[in-house]
């Protein structure tokens, strides 16, 4: 693995910027937003890389020149392709952005296209109304409901009131847990652009939960669910592309990478927790009515968060599992039944 310079650690972190804002869209919410998650990365040149795109000080394929090695030029690629489908399927301006880097890069364009054209398919799921329906299957024991409705039954003692399980609950209990694992365990996989279908199977799952419980949600609904709580699309999937890109740098090799690089080491874990929190979530507010406040959720997602943290060891044994016996083309497939 080589070694990676601070020139090309900001030409990787801008060429992710520049894509965030090849669809046209620079508002101050947008820059502040890639501005704190560029900022988090703990790279060397970051917050320089973000001044000198916003700023027009620098062009992609100026920063494309300074990545002298395929690896580097692929990992930019993938940076770029996952931050224009983090919002939906790519428009035509970022098409336009794509293929322009795609040349710098040195890339075919057949092969870009043929690229772009997969990760549309998947960003897609994200805004349709179809569930998937191919998911793992694990063993019903090993889901411990979370937050069972409990009533008191009119024929029963008051002094010894019944417990009603709510079916649904468990139902939901199990399907937080199959998302949770999947997409863990696409986070192992070896394509790097599998995890462009971590936010659709995300998406889905409260999609499902929301049915569950009688909400019939728009993908708009949805995100602004998932805002609510405190993770944003295009912030999660930039996040996801640094977890990847510290990977592939190796520990070191920037000097002082930073707290980010520990905190984000065990990308599989933080995925899982992040899905299985947001499922927990979405449960507890369609189940009750959709009546929890902002602050409530975000309060919820922390600690769920920290929750679904110390159920990962348990369950790591079927997130390798699920890894070594799924493919990309295998979640596509999946996404599209």
């Not at 020139?7 to 704190?36: H, M, N, P, Y």
């Not at 030029?73 to 919002?87: F, M, Q």
């Not at 708009?220 to 510290?246: C, D, N």
Request: proline share 4%; glycine share 6%; net charge neutral.
């Amino acid at each position: 693995m080589q070694t990676i310079t601070p020139d090309q650690a900001r030409a990787l972190t801008s060429i992710a910027i520049f894509a965030a804002f090849a669809d046209g869209g620079q508002s101050d919410s947008e820059r502040q937003k890639v501005k704190e998650v560029v900022e988090g990365l703990g790279i060397p040149g970051t917050t320089e890389a973000f001044r000198r795109v916003v700023l027009k000080q620098t062009t992609v394929a100026d920063e494309a020149r300074l990545l002298d090695s395929e690896e580097l030029r692929l990992l930019a690629w993938e940076g770029a392709l996952s931050v224009c489908e983090s919002d939906g399927a790519t428009t035509d301006k970022e098409r336009r952005f794509l293929d322009d880097l795609a040349i710098a890069l040195k890339r075919s364009l057949d092969v870009a296209h043929r690229e772009v054209a997969e990760a549309d398919e998947l960003a897609e799921f994200a805004t349709s109304d179809r569930a998937p329906s191919t998911l793992p299957v694990l063993a019903t024991s090993d889901a411990a409901p979370v937050g069972v409705a409990a009533t008191r039954s009119a024929a029963a003692p008051a002094a010894a009131p019944a417990v009603v399980i709510d079916p649904r609950a468990a139902q939901v209990d199990q399907s937080v847990l199959r998302y949770s694992i999947l997409t863990a365990a696409i986070e192992l996989l070896p394509q790097d652009l599998a995890t462009l279908a971590i936010i659709p199977l995300q998406t889905k799952m409260v999609h499902s939960i929301g049915t569950t419980y009688g909400y019939s949600l728009s993908a708009s609904s949805i995100k602004e669910f998932v805002a609510t709580i405190g993770i944003g699309m295009t912030g999660q999937v930039l996040e996801q592309y640094a977890r990847k890109f510290l990977k592939k740098v190796g520990k070191g090799l920037l000097g002082n990478i930073g707290k980010f690089g520990a905190a984000w080491a065990t990308g599989p874990a933080m995925t899982f927790a992040t899905t299985y929190a947001i499922g927990m979530v979405a449960k507890q507010y369609y189940a009750g009515g959709r009546t929890l406040s902002a602050v409530d959720l975000k309060s919820l997602f922390a600690t769920e968060v920290e929750r679904a943290k110390g159920l990962y060891e348990k369950y790591e044994p079927q997130v390798r599992n699920t890894a070594a016996n799924t493919s990309a083309s295998q979640v596509l497939a999946s996404l599209r039944q």
